[in-house]
């Protein structure tokens, strides 16, 4: 893939928008070549500053649309049926080649995209999270029927400079909305949890509040680099009759497996309501 021959505009330039715009620029792509649009001015500006002078933005959606490669629909849900108009507009007209129309709402299926759109446009839909600012992202993938194994390697290397990638069949993306995409809340109010237990027990704040967010942080990456079981890697902690295994024990009085477990289960579920609600 020739990518300094492409083209990326963003429909959307908020935080995931500026997100996945700045981790491009890190790695493939040139400023020049990424184009957004937002009718709020203040997004705009956000995004420009954050992803560099040379960013393009533009006045109209149909403007940032026009002769791109990829685009990009990094808008909420529930503005989805107006912010793709003047997509499929461009698109119906003939005035330039189709682009790969990729996603990132939660909810609005790809059938629905597709209506939206001129038949036989490729659509792919993808679940990123904040984390994919820092390089750290983790996303989900899934194809629409016009779409091609070339376009989900596309989109997946373009991915890749933000994070990891896992393409799932489409009914599992809910799923990884409550997991991933909405994970980092969970983990960020399980730091600020952490933190409070060693306040507790007199460490001062910022000290707490670091050893917990590093203690998660290296955790996770050590399980990405061993690729072993987190079940194993738990008992390589866990002394008989130790430290460890108390804190585990109170863990599972208190139920914290089980919030996790349900709270990723109440995410998925929101995230299939807001697909049968939106219109």
Same mark, same amino acid.
């Not at 009914?171 to 969970?186: E, K, Q, R």
């Not at 590093?214 to 955790?219: E, S």
């Given at each position: 893939?020739?990518? +300094?021959?492409?083209?990326?505009?963003?429909?959307?330039? &908020?935080?995931?928008?500026?997100?996945?715009?700045?981790?491009?620029?890190?790695?493939?792509?040139? #400023?020049?070549?990424?184009?957004?649009?937002? /009718?709020?001015?203040?997004?705009?500006?956000?995004?420009?500053?954050?992803?560099?002078?040379?960013?393009?933005?533009? $006045?109209?959606?149909?403007?940032?649309?026009?002769?791109?490669?990829?685009?990009?629909?990094?808008?909420? !849900?529930?503005?989805?049926?107006?912010?793709?108009?003047?997509?499929?507009?461009?698109?119906?007209?003939? =005035?330039?080649?189709?682009?790969?129309?990729?996603?990132?709402?939660? &909810?609005? =299926?790809?059938?629905? +995209?597709?209506?939206? +759109?001129?038949?036989?446009?490729?659509?792919?839909?993808?679940?990123?999270?904040?984390?994919?600012?820092?390089?750290?992202?983790?996303?989900?993938?899934?194809?629409?029927?016009?779409?091609?194994? $070339? $376009?989900?390697?596309?989109? =997946?290397?373009?991915?890749?400079?933000? &994070?990891?990638?896992?393409?799932?069949?489409?009914?599992?993306?809910?799923?990884?909305?409550?997991? #991933?995409? #909405?994970? /980092?809340?969970?983990?960020?109010?399980?730091?600020?949890?952490? =933190?409070?237990?060693?306040?507790?027990?007199?460490?001062?704040?910022?000290?707490?509040?670091?050893?917990?967010?590093?203690?998660?942080?290296?955790?996770?990456?050590?399980?990405? #680099?061993?690729?072993?079981?987190?079940?194993?890697?738990? @008992?390589?902690?866990?002394? !008989?009759?130790?430290?460890?295994?108390? &804190?585990?024990?109170?863990?599972?009085?208190?139920?914290?497996?089980?919030?996790?477990? @349900?709270?990723?289960?109440?995410?998925?579920?929101?995230?299939?309501?807001?697909?049968?609600?939106?219109?």
């Amino acid at each position: 893939m020739n990518w +300094l021959a492409q083209k990326i505009a963003f429909i959307g330039t &908020g935080q995931m928008a500026t997100a996945l715009a700045v981790g491009f620029l890190r790695e493939l792509l040139r #400023s020049e070549q990424i184009y957004g649009y937002d /009718p709020l001015e203040t997004s705009r500006a956000a995004f420009a500053a954050k992803a560099g002078a040379g960013v393009q933005l533009c $006045d109209s959606a149909t403007e940032a649309v026009k002769g791109a490669n990829v685009v990009i629909l990094a808008v909420k !849900p529930q503005v989805m049926h107006d912010a793709i108009q003047p997509l499929a507009a461009a698109i119906k007209s003939g =005035s330039q080649s189709p682009p790969l129309v990729v996603s990132i709402a939660a &909810g609005i =299926s790809i059938a629905k +995209l597709e209506q939206l +759109l001129p038949a036989g446009t490729h659509v792919i839909r993808v679940m990123p999270n904040t984390p994919c600012l820092i390089g750290r992202g983790a996303s989900g993938l899934a194809t629409g029927s016009a779409a091609t194994a $070339d $376009d989900a390697r596309m989109i =997946s290397e373009l991915l890749a400079t933000v &994070g990891i990638v896992e393409v799932v069949p489409e009914p599992l993306l809910d799923a990884v909305t409550g997991l #991933s995409g #909405s994970g /980092p809340a969970y983990v960020f109010q399980m730091i600020e949890a952490l =933190s409070d237990g060693g306040v507790k027990m007199g460490l001062p704040r910022a000290t707490a509040t670091r050893l917990a967010a590093q203690t998660l942080a290296g955790a996770a990456e050590m399980l990405l #680099s061993t690729g072993q079981h987190p079940g194993v890697l738990k @008992d390589a902690v866990t002394s !008989p009759g130790g430290t460890t295994i108390a &804190g585990l024990h109170a863990m599972e009085q208190g139920g914290v497996r089980a919030a996790l477990i @349900d709270a990723v289960e109440a995410a998925t579920l929101r995230s299939r309501e807001l697909g049968q609600n939106t219109p």
